[in-house]
């Protein structure tokens, strides 16, 4: 049975060895955040999630309940949240000036790491309020903030992301929600959202609608979006004309509530400009896929610690050079190679990816905090190159992590109780929301990399060489000499697919997620180099944790030898062309 153990020791050295949080902290002007500091909210964010959380995972996928039009969440989860909420969790990141404790956003990412792995349904519902904070803070008028930013913060209400409809999918440029004005100023909302996480519950009595809807007269296409704040409650806690019409039947995350949301008349207020609500929504989606993101590291996470305590207990075989354990029956299967080419991989993505997605927490930290223009500017540029490798690659990564799992457990994988398939189940939706793998992919290769000539690409690729350049010499030449190569090699794949899609646009949508992938092993080759040299460091120094550190390096090495030559398999895809995809009419496929 799954018992998630917080992984404290990696995360600290993630925040506080590999990226210097202190110095960090303290560049930014949040002195107060000390190591010390940072660590007890960790232990305590860690008791949260191991003691209140983790037991409800498996439970939690019994579902949400619509009765009477009222969405009841499985038990436990409202007396989690409430717990959430006394203990001041929501407003750790927060401005002081609406309620908040005005700590880093990093440091509530930790927090949201550990909550989400224990328990990835019940993590969405406070995640969603996360998103709508950011947007009603950088678009919402000063009236706006004071009326509903302190809720947020606080946990008081909830909020959500309202954006699909029924006919439109991704293609946001076809929705059909109406605004209409109102003579006081308000707008009038009228349609119906889809697959709306966290649309309803019974953990607060009102929710902030974040909703994408058309004013009239507007402009077709996505030119023609605006964005309104829409509560599920008047401010006197009457109806707003705001109703759970159905939840959906879903393969996982049972536990959140998908739902279908009907406006009917409901009262909103424009957020941001009209007719420029795409551009206001991308700053809750950019929040919402590093929070996916997230999601990738939990399931590798999650998975790696069900696996490796199954395989280190259950009997099977003998080892191929001779019996490991002659007192047992048979030797436990971690002595298998197969079973250890997939407890490395698991492991790997997981502290690989809590590397990566630390980073760009660390990136958020400045563009929010730092006073120097240039450094702002930098660490803009640099996340908004690696939030689509981040969201798209590690959940792809994540999931692979994840059927490991099942894979380790052999048939017990496949039945329910052990709570792997879940793992499965609840993370497939991760590389489908806030945009699918191929949407990210597109992002990445056209808009971030072709439409700025590459620049956004050598942002990240001057990093790279800078640290290579910097570790040349000596035993972390071993994994600097393999990452230069290839980072060289990025740029000039780039360039050649740059001269294929100047002669026929496709080539763009064809190696755009072998592209992504390839770049996505790449950066999180560069971590692993790093924290191998980090732990090269710290034992050639004297620790007491030499245990720690040399696992580091076994797993780098792991990665470098037996995951990153998937680049080559990449490369060769995407410089082959996008010809023998479309060589077929639709009318030419078979059934």
């Not at 959380?53 to 409430?82: N, Q, R």
């Not at 994840?402 to 048939?411: D, E, F, L, R, W």
């Not at 550190?549 to 990449?570: C, D, E, N, S, W």
Request: glycine content about 10%.
């Amino acid at each position: 049975m799954l018992a998630y153990k917080a992984p404290l020791r990696d995360m600290q050295f993630v925040a506080h060895e590999l990226l210097k949080s202190e110095a960090h902290y303290e560049k930014i002007g949040a002195e107060d955040a000390s190591r010390d500091m940072v660590d007890a909210i960790l232990t305590e964010g860690a008791k949260f999630s191991e003691q209140v959380l983790a037991p409800l995972y498996i439970s939690g996928d019994d579902g949400c309940e619509l009765v009477d039009g009222k969405v009841i969440t499985p038990a436990g989860f409202k007396e989690a949240y409430a717990q959430y909420v006394d203990a001041g969790w929501p407003s750790i990141a927060s401005s002081v000036e609406h309620g908040g404790q005005g700590l880093p956003e990093s440091i509530a990412t930790y927090i949201s790491e550990m909550a989400s792995t224990a328990n990835w349904a019940w993590g969405m519902y406070p995640g969603l309020s996360h998103g709508a904070k950011h947007t009603i803070e950088a678009f919402g008028t000063d009236e706006q903030k004071s009326r509903f930013l302190e809720p947020l913060i606080t946990g008081e209400v909830t909020g959500t992301m309202c954006l699909t409809e029924p006919h439109c999918g991704s293609d946001l440029g076809l929705l059909k929600t109406r605004a209409d004005n109102k003579a006081d100023g308000a707008f009038s909302i009228n349609g119906t959202k889809i697959f709306i996480s966290a649309g309803d519950h019974d953990f607060t009595d009102n929710i902030i609608h974040v909703v994408l809807a058309r004013l009239p007269g507007a402009p077709e296409g996505t030119k023609g979006i605006s964005l309104f704040i829409v509560p599920k409650l008047k401010a006197d806690g009457s109806s707003n004309g705001v109703t759970c019409g159905a939840l959906e039947h879903k393969m996982g995350i049972h536990g959140n509530s998908t739902a279908v949301l009907n406006f009917d008349d409901a009262e909103g207020y424009l957020l941001g400009a009209e007719n420029e609500g795409l551009k206001a929504m991308f700053t809750f989606m950019n929040v919402a896929r590093l929070g996916t993101a997230m999601q990738g590291v939990a399931a590798a996470e999650l998975s790696f610690q069900g696996s490796l305590e199954y395989a280190k207990d259950r009997l099977a075989m003998r080892s191929l050079t001779g019996p490991k354990f002659p007192e047992k029956a048979a030797d436990p299967i971690i002595v298998h190679p197969d079973v250890r080419r997939m407890l490395m991989t698991q492991k790997a993505v997981a502290e690989g990816g809590r590397a990566m997605i630390y980073y760009c927490s660390f990136l958020v930290d400045t563009v929010a905090h730092s006073k120097d223009a240039d450094e702002v500017n930098h660490a803009t540029e640099l996340l908004g190159f690696l939030t689509p490798i981040a969201k798209a690659f590690l959940t792809e990564m994540g999931l692979e992590a994840a059927n490991h799992g099942i894979q380790i457990y052999g048939g017990h994988g496949f039945i329910k109780e052990w709570g792997m398939e879940q793992i499965v189940r609840d993370t497939r939706i991760a590389t489908l929301y806030e945009g699918t793998t191929g949407i990210q992919a597109l992002d990445l290769l056209g808009r971030k990399v072709m439409m700025t000539q590459g620049e956004s690409l050598k942002t990240f690729t001057k990093v790279i060489h800078k640290f290579c350049e910097a570790n040349a010499e000596g035993d972390i030449a071993e994994f600097t000499s393999v990452l230069s190569g290839l980072n060289k090699e990025w740029g000039a794949v780039t360039m050649e697919l740059a001269m294929k899609a100047s002669q026929n646009r496709e080539e763009v949508g064809g190696a755009s997620v072998d592209y992504l992938m390839y770049s996505g092993f790449i950066t999180l080759a560069y971590f692993w180099a790093d924290m191998a040299r980090e732990s090269m460091e710290k034992l050639a120094a004297g620790t007491d944790d030499a245990d720690f550190y040399k696992a580091k390096i076994a797993t780098a090495r792991f990665y470098f030898q037996r995951m990153l030559p998937r680049v080559a398999g990449h490369k060769a895809m995407m410089t082959n062309g996008v010809e023998s995809m479309m060589a077929l009419d639709a009318e030419h496929f078979a059934f």
